[in-house]
């Protein structure tokens, strides 16, 4: 069955999967899954699925390459692990681990070493360790959310949930955005087949909580774009639509999971 | 990190002293009566939880969970793979060619099933693929897995696992079998994985084949009517079967428990404490497979004690710092009636491994016997609700 994105959706203004632009797929959150951790959060978003667990921070375990580097803060040490069963294919992988998982495993690195207040925990260790088990689309998002999860519920300090989602374009969008005849809509949360087909941006936002006197004369909650990644090809004027959409998904998640958070300690 | 690596494969051993290590090995030891550190009795297993299905883009899947927190989730995959025709059993395809009728039979005596189509990976984290605790792992357990066929030679080939994934002369699927511990292991973790991987192969279905005999393989759309890879007791599963090799619906897939012996005491399920003061550390791979429901036993591997790598006690007589302090005929060495070697009583000394014949054969008896251990094990995995 071909997948034909471009041409059904203007007809329809549906995606494959039903959504409409805008829309979020299901999302499933759950924070200590695993009481054998510090930390530990179960995500799905449709059918991308991760469970995350945090350890730490803990004194670290590699005394001579990170001796003096861990000084000012804690380091924080992510390990992705894509399960075999996770696509629709098996996966064979020969060796430890390969590209994708490495390069998330990097984003998520350096997106969580910034974001996080390490200079709390000098000569520490805060280690991340993400399990995929399954794929469909908005890997890096998913994780990223997971993860956060994973470190709230570890109770590692940070200034705000760093949430994260994706965003496309409904075509190849290789041209001049066209003022007057915009036949491209925006999508929101993009499913693997989409994925693969159209161009996406991975966005990752997070909001500073406000503390002190500026507590209260807050009516718009201020928005940071912590991360964004694109692998894609797209035409640059295309790049602004993409974002508002990305960040206004992000602030989606972000209720869901504060809800899932503050829901949680209740029970 | 390198420490983990090193234990190669026991798990780690916990930091206990000498004199934690004797005092363990004395009540675990207690003739008949063993108290074990949580009050479990001898045969009684760590509670869990369990939950089949849990991945959708699986063939089967289960997730168990242990209450000290180590959980491990494994998901099965089947894939429709060319069998390859080695020129042995092309050769036994040409002497069975004369009776070209019994379909059924010459297709499972000419393609009996193949060891390899059964992968096994092992995720631990902390630790890389080819490290020495997930191969060996991975193979202790398949090897049961697809042993439970290889002296089945007889009737029901079909009933073993190899068995089962043969479709036709040409045709056969491969399974894939990926276990994920999802957090550190804290004792060894054999039975865990062990569990749920007989969890996630009882949930497994293959869909429903419509091509018949040596054409290529098509299969039915529909989800709902997939068969399960070892056939459920219900009567619906068991509909299209010929008379002659029915395929058994009380085949299991094998679990594979880890016993160790302190003295002459045999204590199941143990945790990591138990395991280091060992004398010897069996994985027994049962399996049911016949009709009268008895349970056979498979593999028993020994595993390399912890208990080797402690330190030892040093006894007062020897002990240059006590020297003159107590009366020299305090500890008098006797002989351990269990490893024969001379020891002085609440004094710890690393076992060397070995157990007696007796100790073994009753390990396995344990098991085996009508309303033992193994016989609960699989009742109890069997009442987790497969949907």
Sequence with gaps: ?267 | MSNQRQASSASQVPHLSPAELSYLYTSLSLPKTPIRPDGRSPTQFRPLTAETNILPGTNGSARIGFADGTQAIVGVKAEVEKTILSNETLASERGAGPEPTDQEGSTTAAVGGHGSWVQMSIEIPGFRDDDALPVFLSEMMRESLVGAVGTDENSDMTGGLKGRLVINKRWHWRLYIDVLLLSQPLAYPLPLLSLTTHLALLSTKLPKLKSQGEEDPFFDDDWAVAEYLYPRSSPSTGAKISSSSSRPSFVRPPVTLLVISVGENIIFDPNREEIAVADAVLAISITRDTQAGHLRLLSIRTVDPPSRLTQPGVPNSENVNMLGAVAPTDDIAVLNPVTGEEEVPGVWRPRRGGAKRSVISEMVKTVLKKGGVGEEVLEGLEGVEVS
């Design chain 1, 1 to 267: 069955m071909p997948l034909d994105t471009s041409t059904t959706y203007p007809l329809t203004k549906l995606r494959l999967d039903g959504r409409r632009w805008n829309e979020l797929r299901l999302i499933q959150a759950q924070i200590s899954t695993n009481p054998a951790s510090s930390g530990s959060s179960f995500f799905s978003m449709g059918n991308t699925s991760i469970m995350c667990s945090v350890h730490g921070p803990a004194e670290g375990r590699r005394g001579d390459a990170s001796g003096s580097a861990g000084g000012a803060g804690a380091i924080v040490d992510v390990d992705v692990n894509v399960a075999g069963f996770a696509g629709v294919d098996r996966k064979r992988r020969a060796g430890g681990s390969d590209r994708q998982s490495s390069r998330i495993a990097t984003t998520l690195r350096s997106a969580f070493q910034s974001h996080l207040h390490t200079y709390l925990y000098p000569h520490s260790t805060i280690s991340i360790h993400v399990s995929v088990l399954s794929v469909d689309g908005s890997l890096l998002a998913a994780a990223i959310n997971a993860c956060t999860l994973a470190l709230v519920d570890a109770g590692i300090p940070m200034p705000g949930l760093l949430t994260s989602c994706t965003a496309g374009m409904s075509g190849s969008a290789s041209t001049p955005q066209d003022p007057r005849n915009n036949e491209l809509d925006p999508l929101l949360d993009l499913s693997l087949p989409e994925e693969q087909e159209l161009p996406v941006l991975t966005v990752g936002t997070t909001n500073s909580v406000p503390v002190g006197e500026n507590n209260m004369d807050t009516d718009e909650e201020e928005m940071k774009v912590a991360v964004v990644t694109m692998d894609s090809k797209l035409h640059c004027t295309y790049v602004e639509t993409m974002l508002a959409v990305g960040i206004d998904g992000c602030s989606q998640i972000r209720e869901l999971l504060e809800g899932v958070i503050k829901g949680s300690s209740r029970a």
